[in-house]
T-cell receptor
């Protein structure tokens, strides 16, 4: 069964400091991994994805994420946090298998609230 | 260009009423998904369409939930005889193709409150 874990309900960081939001996953096949951000009363916005290739992927707004197959992790990072980065962040996984019985659905973690203090 | 739109943005229903939630996906997107997001939780999959075909409805919580996409574009999620546990934000997402590597683009959601 597919699953995603975001072990931290909240991450606090000072503006200008680096930030990390953690995510670990479990899939039966090769994972497709995604990060989304959600601002209050708005839908989820796509940040970045890992499909294959380079383990370090770069996305929107200066965010990046590192895929680590041995640790089954896909942590979201940013070198210098902004107050405007404060939001709810979701990690999601989809199995790359597209054969019989496959589904395209995303499995989401429970979310991590990022609070950046000025 | 226009993103995914959903209407209404907010819906209050009395217990037992039927509701219909609409989703307009990004033009040309083949795949359409519905998710339910309870307060303080991540979105949970409800159902998936590829064009007009509903290929996966494994996430629909009961037979009171019904979704359709008759012409392969606009989709409607209908909930019959609403219950308080149906209160949640209902998110619609679309994706360019069936291929799993394509990201899903989400609408703003419909917040349903059942009183």
């Amino acid at each position: 069964a597919q699953s995603v874990a975001q072990p931290e309900d909240q991450v606090n960081v000072a503006e200008g400091n680096p930030l990390t939001v953690k995510c670990t996953y479990s899939v039966s096949g090769n994972p497709y991994l995604f990060w989304y951000v959600q601002y209050p009363n708005r839908g989820l916005q796509f940040l970045l994805k890992y499909i294959t290739g380079d383990n370090l992927v770069k996305g929107s707004y200066g965010f990046e994420a590192e895929f680590n197959k041995s640790q089954t992790s896909f942590h979201l990072k940013k070198p210098s946090a902004l107050v405007s980065d404060s939001a709810l962040y979701f990690c999601a996984v989809r199995d790359s298998y597209l054969g019989i019985g496959a589904t395209n659905k995303l499995i989401f973690g429970t979310g991590t609230l990022l609070a950046v203090q000025p | 260009g226009a993103g995914v739109s959903q209407s209404p943005r907010y819906k209050v229903a009395k217990r037992g009423q039927d509701v219909a939630l609409r989703c307009d996906p990004i033009s040309g997107h083949v795949s359409l998904f519905w998710y339910q997001q309870a307060l303080g939780q991540g979105p949970e999959f409800l159902t998936y369409f590829q064009n007009e075909a509903q290929l996966d409805k494994s996430g629909l919580p009961s037979d009171r939930f019904f979704a359709e996409r008759p012409e392969g574009s606009v989709s409607t999620l209908k909930i019959q005889r609403t219950q308080q546990e149906d209160s949640a934000v209902y998110l619609c997402a679309s994706s360019l193709a069936r291929t799993a590597s394509y990201e899903q683009y989400f609408g703003p959601g419909t917040r349903l409150t059942v009183t």
